[in-house]
């Protein structure tokens, strides 16, 4: 089963419709607010290479990107197969 990380801020829209795209796709995933955590914020810099903006989303250790990525994974009708054991 993979695991999802969505990495967040606070009063993120974009972060807010991918954590509601996911959950209605029925999947758990691990929400890190990097509002006011260094630790957390360098850890998602170094996965995503460098990505400062939020959401940075993750399925296993692969890494998505943020909203607009996973959306038109959606309309690909892709993100369903890389969910399919979440």
Do not use: W
């Not at 939020?54 to 009708?77: C, K, N, T, Y």
Request: aromatic residues 6%; negative net charge.
């Amino acid at each position: 089963m993979p695991e999802i990380t969505v990495y967040t801020t606070m009063f993120c829209g974009y972060c807010a419709r991918a954590k509601r795209l996911l959950s209605a796709k029925n999947v758990a995933f691990n929400e890190i607010d990097v509002s006011m955590d260094p630790v957390g914020r360098r850890e998602m810099e170094q996965r995503s290479n460098g990505g400062g903006t939020v959401p940075q989303i993750f399925i296993d250790d692969s890494h998505i990107g943020g909203f607009d990525e996973l959306a038109a994974l959606e309309r690909a009708g892709k993100l369903d197969a890389l969910l399919a054991s979440a």
